[in-house]
């Protein structure tokens, strides 16, 4: 590996005495998982690194982290844990670091696959007992999977050396079945023009500070991380540039769930459709979401077409979830913006209580029923009624917007 400079080389210098929670991959016996310590060491310890590159080299970071983990492995999975480790190599070098804002689209998806990539070594064993079980070729079956992915990351690593703009398939998941692919979900309540708007995001160079610290947040994945981080401050400060350049940032690297934006100016009564909008948004990233979310509306059609958002919450989204379980990997994000353009105080009580996990009922859901890999990011004015829901909450974690955020 190249070196990276400065304070960066004195950190890879001390790489062997890694941080602790990697001291149980001490033990192994092999050394190609060497890198991926160093690597790790050095992304938690880069201070100067845009967001958008820290947001990157963060996914791999939890990617390196299952990998070193994971102490089971045999022959099978040895060539694809080598080709991981080049990949490690390439991002950690000083002038792919100073590229990947420009290149984000390819880093972005290199950031995906790779954890993908990690997820299926983590899991291997069990699959390989389900495969064996199947009667399949596990060996066979293994091989063919694992050249597809050496190949996928070579040319990853090409395009992004070479600059190129055409599109990348998709990952090949180890489950190949594109579950609900054929599922019309049409006639769902879905909130036209309330996506991600590029025309709105930050200037470059600029709210580095804020962007960055939001990145960290999506991306902790400890037990006490906060679900909800609420933006607050007063109109003209940033906070919705700010929410599109987070939601820009993650729609390049595939963990965008939905970015659903309010707006006073709309009469299309998007607080009537803001979960079922969600949902749709997550069945479109997620072939299990998709066929989780048909399942619940097929015996149910007045569920297609309601405007109730508890029910949309309880069983458009966390329902459907719950049933997909697993079939995500990395951080998820869901963008709510201007929530303060949501309606009246009466129109948006029943959404601000679900976000605060106030709203009464037998057996409703809460927030921290969400996937813990999820992450809700709102901007809004600090008006009254959303202060008040809002403040005592313990899963959300409240940041104030300003000029020089």
Known sequence: MRPLGGRVTSVVSKAEDGPKDLAAADDIPTTYLQQLKIFDTVIENLANVHPYAKMVLGMLSAASKVLLAQTERDKSVQSLLNKLEQVYGFMSQKDTLGQISSKRSIAGRIAQQTLEYAYFIRDYSEKKSFWKRLGKNVISETDDLISRYNNALDDFMQQFRDQALRDIADLVRCTSDKLGDKLDLSGMPYAAGAGLNTTKLCLPGTRTNVLSRITAWI???????????????????????????????????????????????????????????????????????????????????????????????????????????????????????????????????????????????????????????????????????????????????????????
């Open 219 to 405: 991306n902790d994945s400890g037990d006490t991380a906060q679900r909800v981080l609420w933006l607050s401050g007063p109109a003209g400060t940033g906070k919705s540039a700010i929410a599109h350049t987070i939601a820009n940032w993650f729609n390049d690297l595939g963990g965008l769930g939905s970015c659903f934006c309010f707006d006073r100016n709309q009469t299309d009564k998007r607080h009537e459709k803001v979960f079922s909008t969600i949902a749709r948004d997550l069945a479109d990233r997620d072939p299990e979401m998709r066929h989780a979310l048909a399942n619940v509306v097929e015996r149910a059609n007045a569920l297609k077409s309601t405007t109730d958002i508890v029910q949309q919450w309880r069983k458009l989204l966390i329902e459907s979830l719950k049933k997909s379980s697993g079939s995500s990997v990395g951080p998820v994000l869901i963008v709510i913006e201007a929530l303060d353009e949501s309606g009246e105080v009466e129109t948006r009580r029943n959404l601000l209580r679900i976000l605060a996990g106030t709203l009464e009922g037998e057996g409703l859901p809460k927030i921290t029923e969400l996937p813990s890999n999820f992450r809700i990011l709102v901007t809004s004015r600090a008006l009254p009624d959303i202060n008040s829901e809002f403040q005592d909450a313990p899963h959300i974690q409240r940041w104030t917007g300003g000029p020089k955020a």
